[in-house]
């Protein structure tokens, strides 16, 4: 039987609130069932008997959470960045996405991709498929086979896109999404189906209105696009002259969070006030992604305002936007574009600092999952990880070590794995 209760020993760091880390060295970290039982500085009596891996010496840290990867753009990364978002979807997403009509050539695409998170330090992922059934149920046969715990979309996209590349209108469009939530019904444990419209521009109003009526009945998460890019943002002007602000036109259609209505939205980079006042009452997550909002232009995100309105938010790795699926690499970027946006924006929003960083990356977006640190009930996911190779004696206090690792650490320096209790190496 796999053993989910077990106890793990080592130099703990995660976060109780953005601005909060608990750092415990020599500390046990407790699973108990898949969940977490707490972070203690010796193993209380009542865990006496409970396996304990002991990594002294190595940092344990929670799973980090991409709230957005396009698993279908990984086999093009480096590809067209020095194009604006939407020329890039015309000359590489869109022509790519279209391959995986040819099951043979998704089988390829997407074990490469589930191969590289498997090994890096992510735990959970909200993931767009393409518009296909087949190859996206295919994509969540791999992922729940690979032991991580992630949310899938078939992406919907009826309009604005050539023949071939869309789907041909919104009924048909709207059938195989009950088409694929059929055929993934009962099959998962660690792979949930999530309505996936691409973005308002790909969506009928047709479209949307049905996958309105899916998330209504299903109770399912939504995941989309929004204010990534200028140009996006008028194109949505004109097809949407309706809609007071972008955001106003999915929730038209009962799209955009709310009660039984988990939603994430990529990006914001250029949401204004009453945008984000409707995140913070609905509740919606953001997903930012600072690497691909600098490689298609986007913009620098206004992270320190979601924090300060205290919006639900995690980083996300937008790949093929974005170039790497590793976590860490958003932190460090998220760090660094919120300077340049301090700088040349606007003074008035300070710089991200390394654990508020850190804290978007593994507790922010690991509440969609209820995971993401340590806390008592949270479902256990855990990284261990050596990191002599680029922190020398004398390795200093915890903080300095875990901000060093979001700069560092690389794939190799990963020792185990472990996701809702679940070892995977
Ligand atoms: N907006 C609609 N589709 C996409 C996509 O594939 N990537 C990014 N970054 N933005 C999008
Ligand atoms: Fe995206």
Redesign the pocket.
């Known amino acids: 039987m796999t053993q989910l209760s077990f106890a793990i020993k080592g130099d703990i760091c995660h976060s109780l609130a953005p601005r909060q880390l608990e750092c415990v060295e020599g500390g046990c970290a407790v699973c108990e069932d898949g969940r977490s039982a707490g972070v203690f500085r010796a193993l209380p009596e009542q865990y006496a008997g409970l396996p304990v891996l002991d990594c002294t010496g190595r940092l344990v840290l929670p799973g980090l959470v991409d709230l957005h990867v396009?698993a279908s753009?990984f086999a093009y990364r480096g590809t067209g960045m020095d194009m604006e978002?939407l020329d890039w979807?015309n000359a590489c997403?869109f022509p790519e996405e279209s391959r995986f009509a040819d099951l043979d050539y998704a089988a390829r695409a997407y074990g490469r991709f589930v191969e590289d998170v498997v090994r890096g330090p992510n735990t959970r992922a909200c993931v767009?498929a393409t518009a296909h059934v087949e190859a996206t149920l295919l994509l969540m046969d791999m992922l729940e086979k690979s032991g991580l715990v992630t949310m899938v979309g078939k992406v919907s996209m009826d309009t604005s896109a050539p023949d071939g590349l869309r789907e041909p209108d919104a009924p048909s469009a709207a059938r195989a999404v009950r088409s694929w939530l059929e055929a993934a019904q009962g099959r998962y444990e660690r792979t949930q189906p999530m309505l996936t419209p691409?973005?308002i521009p790909?969506c009928s109003d047709a479209l949307l209105r049905e996958l309105g009526a899916i998330q209504r009945e299903s109770g399912l998460p939504v995941q989309s696009?929004l204010s990534?890019n200028r140009g996006?943002v008028q194109l949505v002007r004109e097809l949407c002259p309706w809609s007071a602000f972008y955001g106003a036109a999915y929730d038209e259609y009962g799209l955009f969070g709310g009660d039984g209505c988990d939603t994430v939205m990529?990006?914001c980079v250029l949401s204004e006030e009453p945008e984000l006042e409707l995140i913070r009452e609905r509740g919606v997550y953001i997903a930012h992604?600072p690497a691909?909002n600098m490689n298609?232009s986007s913009g620098i995100a206004p992270v320190r305002r979601f924090l300060d309105m205290g919006l639900r938010a995690g980083l996300g790795s937008?790949v093929a936007?974005g170039t790497l699926t590793s976590i860490f690499r958003a932190m460090a970027d998220a760090i660094q574009v919120s300077k340049l946006r301090w700088r040349l924006v606007d003074e008035s929003l300070p710089a991200l600092t390394a654990p508020e960083a850190f804290w978007l990356g593994t507790a922010g977006g690991g509440a969609l999952f209820g995971t993401g640190s340590f806390k008592p009930g949270m479902e256990f996911d855990a990284i261990v990880l050596d990191d002599s190779r680029y922190v020398p004696e004398p390795a200093g206090d915890l903080p300095t070590r875990l901000e060093r690792t979001i700069y560092l650490s690389e794939n190799r320096d990963i020792e185990h794995k472990f996701v809702r209790g679940l070892r995977l190496f």
Request: charged share 20%; proline share 0%.
């Open positions: 396009h753009q978002l979807l997403a767009f691409r973005f790909s696009h990534e996006e990529a990006h992604c691909s298609v937008d936007g």
